[in-house]
């Protein structure tokens, strides 16, 4: 059985082998390996190996710190079959699907690369007689990331990459189930030239977690995750002084109006609802058909669900892969059940799609006539069971939309401007696509969703990422003549 250990201070660190997790790969239900789980002591490890490293790697020239990422770009680019491989060995999302999440990642590199440009501080000449203000940014210090089974190359990629590039020093703390990919990008960091010590990994549960947040030495914490886990880690980490972003959880609600294209709508509906079988948190969960176009584009989904080929994420036939693990697929399972119990209709039943009797497996399924009190609704399901909810008007829609907990992405299909217009100034939702059922932003954006889809006040990446990994400091300045000095115990004035 192999063995999945950590990555400390620029090379492999075995870890304690009191606690192990299993990693399965999910195409066949066999595990491949062992993950060690770190505690406070692999935790300190790496924190200490990333405070050593910190005063260093902030003093190295920004030319210098991006050159290394730009070295990083090119590396990740030449290796990203590699890890795609290892992305859908462990998690099970087809090649095509885990291709995409290294290309998105790959964006946040790109954008860090621009670091010279974006960390520019600012300038303001004779605020007052002689005087000059200028704001400056400068890194935190050690920052930690903890991060989801679903993205274990993207979402990493997502901090790592700002952060290192703002003069920070990182420690990541990715899923225990998919945790090779981490391993893959810090050999890569090391090859492009970062420094040991810069990029440090530690596998773990929420002991290492919880370690994270008690360490002194930690100044950030960027979370991704479900909603529990993102307000427990919020609560605790600003608890301790900490800066904290925690992203949450998702039910994402694509709205169809009456005058849109049947065809687009059901392309999208079904590529945004199982594409990486559901395990999205900008996955569409909930399609809300407004007037008669329903029943035309019920037909229209389940026509196309039932020519999605069910199978190992590495056969490039395969349209959708497995589920993480049985019991997450069971979980989703049970889905089915208490939707056609609280009175939904089971439209399509994935239990009975073809598909490899092995593995994690769980086919497309269908529930329509989904009503907002029912739990198919309320709870994130996070599996290939796309609902939909019929509702009379715009209105309705809308207040379906801004009524939910979540507020992560949303869409919505028409070919009426105007209604475009009000639902963009109107929902209540940090993510938006007009005709665009997974409006991820590119890098030069940032990524977060509203209400109990993120605690904190700063999405991640892009320019929120940079503001998020710096502070500002703000400098007054008087070069003054010989013989001009005098006392004065007066307020500091400006004219
Ligand atoms: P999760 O919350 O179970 O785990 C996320 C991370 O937290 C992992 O590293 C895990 O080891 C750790 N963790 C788990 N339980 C913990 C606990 N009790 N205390 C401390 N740490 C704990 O999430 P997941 O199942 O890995 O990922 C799926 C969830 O992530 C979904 O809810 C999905 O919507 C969400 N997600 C959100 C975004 C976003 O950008 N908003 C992106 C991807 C995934």
Known sequence: MDRIGHWIDGAAFPGGL?????????????????????????????????AIAFPKWRATPLSRRTEVLFNFREALSANRRNLAALVTSEHGKTVTDALGEVARGLENVEYACGALNLLKGEYSEQVSTGIDVYS??????????????????????????????CGNTFVLK?????????????????????????????????????????????????????????????????????????????????????????????????????????????????????GAIAQPLVDAIAARIQKLRVGDGSDPDSDMGPLITADHRDRVASYLDIGRSEGAELVVDGRTHDMPGRG??????????????????????????????????YDQALQLVNSNRYGNGTAIFTRDGGAVQ????????????????????????????????????????????????????????????????RVDLGFPGTR
């Open 360 to 393: 994690f497996f769980l086919g497309p399924s269908l529930l329509d006539h989904v009503q907002s009190d029912m739990a198919v609704y309320q709870d994130e399901i996070f599996g290939p069971v796309l609902t939909v909810a019929r509702v009379d008007s």
């Open 18 to 50: 009191a606690r192990t997790g299993p990693v399965w790969n999910p195409a066949t239900g066999v595990q491949q390996a062992e993950v060690s789980l770190g505690g406070a002591s692999e935790v300190g490890a790496a924190v200490e190996a990333a």
């Open 136 to 165: 400056i940014r400068q890194p935190l210090g050690v920052v930690a990331g903890i991060t989801p089974f679903n993205f274990p190359a993207m979402v990493p990629l997502w901090m790592l990459a700002n952060a290192i590039a």
């Open 174 to 290: 990715p899923s225990e189930k998919d945790p090779s990919a981490s391993l893959l990008l810090g050999r890569l960091l090391d090859e492009a030239g970062l420094p040991p010590g810069v990029f440090n990994v530690v596998h773990g549960d929420k002991e290492a977690v919880d370690a994270l947040l008690a360490h002194p030495q930690v100044s950030a914490v960027s979370f991704v995750g479900s909603t529990p886990v993102a307000k427990a880690v919020y609560t605790a980490g600003t608890g301790a002084g900490k800066r904290v972003q925690a992203l949450g959880g998702a039910k994402n609600h694509m709205v169809v109006l009456p005058d849109a294209d049947v065809d687009l709508a059901a392309d999208a509906a079904v590529s945004a609802g199982f594409g990486s079988s559901g395990e999205r948190c900008m996955a569409v969960s909930v399609v809300v058909a407004v």
């Open 422 to 485: 009000s639902f963009q100034y109107d929902c209540q939702v940090g993510m938006v696509g007009v005709n665009v059922p997974v409006p991820v932003p590119v890098a030069s954006y940032s990524f977060g969703g509203w209400k109990e889809s993120l605690f904190g006040d700063s999405h991640i990446y892009g320019p929120d990422g940079i503001r998020f990994y710096t502070r500002t400091k703000v400098v007054t300045s008087r070069w003054p003549g010989v013989g001009t000095s």
